[in-house]
């Protein structure tokens, strides 16, 4: 698993969450022999760093034999432009409220994806 964007609390405890549950935070080195699975994408997608590090993602993912997910956390109600992505990607997006604690909402979002209702 990668992040790219903004670090917030929400996605501090997301990492928290996950790394108690024994998954690994490889980073976005493309070229590293491993390479994530999962892309976790917060902030301004459109900005030029995460831009480029989606794009990096989705190109390695487009050569893997290995599906990946992008996982895009983004306020309720926010309209962006997703990237073209291949087949082999599932986007999912994690919708951050306002107002809600965010331990409680880690866990809306862990159940979720569990469930596979975080589908985009």
Same mark, same amino acid.
């Given at each position: ?12 405890? &997301?990492?928290?969450? %996950?790394?108690?549950?024994?998954? %690994? ?47 895009? &956390? ?16 599932? %986007? ?29």
């Amino acid at each position: 698993m990668a992040f790219v964007g903004e670090t917030s609390e929400a996605v501090a405890k &997301l990492r928290d969450a %996950l790394s108690g549950a024994g998954v %690994l935070e490889v980073g976005i080195a493309i070229g590293a022999a491993e390479r994530p699975e999962i892309l976790v994408v917060s902030g301004d997608p459109e900005a030029a760093a995460t831009r480029d590090a989606v794009m990096r993602f989705i190109d390695a993912a487009a050569a893997s034999r290995f599906p990946s997910e992008i996982w895009w &956390l983004r306020c309720a109600g926010e309209r962006r432009r997703l990237p073209e992505v291949t087949r082999r990607i599932q %986007l999912r997006r994690l919708d951050v409220r306002p107002g809600v604690d965010d331990e409680a909402l880690v866990r809306r979002w862990i159940t979720g994806l569990r469930r596979g209702q975080c589908v985009i």
